[in-house]
């Protein structure tokens, strides 16, 4: 039994490090964030959006900021229907609620990467700093995905 248990914890560690080596996934304080990826862009693209979903084990906290060396500036975006149209518009901050998540995804909120600095393709990584009212900083590895791979990872419905 203590055999087995050894091996599973074995196991546990084996993910736990290739997880981090595909390090869409870090932590910082109670915040886990996880499922980080960016939209690849076509040529003269100025702009592309980044989604990841962040997850609070502790007491509520905000997303109050991100950067990235390829960007000039990210700022944090919500999406809005008004009628037919859809409508962005800048963020100050993103609530997490305590024992809580909340997902930027397509559709809704989102990382907007402004001035980018090269063209995002898929299969690059990209590094994003997000910026916590109360855990702090952390760097996360956003894979670049293209917009089809993107586009599948939500629908899950088969055709
Ligand atoms: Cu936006």
Same mark, same amino acid.
């Given at each position: 039994?203590? /055999?087995?248990? &050894?091996?599973? $914890?074995? +196991? ?7 997880? &981090? +080596? ?7 304080? *109670? +915040? &886990? ?14 702009? %592309?959006?980044? $989604?990841?979903?962040?997850? @609070?084990?502790?007491?509520? @906290? ?21 009628? /037919? ?7 100050? %901050?993103? @609530?997490?609620?305590? /024992?809580? *998540?909340?997902?930027?995804?397509? #559709? #809704? ?13 898929? #299969?690059?990584? +990209?590094?994003?700093?997000?910026? $916590?009212?109360? %855990? ?5 590895? $956003?894979?670049?995905? *293209? ?5 599948? @990872? ?6």
């Amino acid at each position: 039994m203590k /055999n087995l248990l &050894n091996v599973l $914890f074995g +196991i546990l560690v084996a993910v736990g490090c290739c997880t &981090n +080596i595909f390090a869409q996934e870090a932590k910082v304080g *109670s +915040i &886990n964030i996880s499922g980080a990826y960016a939209v690849a862009t076509v040529p003269g693209q100025p702009v %592309a959006e980044g $989604f990841v979903k962040l997850m @609070d084990m502790g007491p509520a @906290d905000q997303l109050v900021g991100a950067s990235s060396p390829v960007a000039t500036e990210v700022q944090l975006h919500t999406m809005s229907m008004d009628g /037919n149209t859809m409508h962005m518009s800048q963020l100050k %901050a993103v @609530d997490i609620p305590a /024992n809580g *998540s909340v997902e930027l995804k397509k #559709g #809704g909120m989102h990382l907007m990467l402004m001035g980018l600095k090269t063209p995002l393709k898929a #299969g690059d990584t +990209i590094s994003i700093k997000l910026k $916590f009212a109360k %855990a702090g900083e952390v760097e996360v590895k $956003f894979p670049v995905k *293209s917009m089809g791979d993107a586009r599948s @990872d939500h629908s899950s419905m088969k055709m």
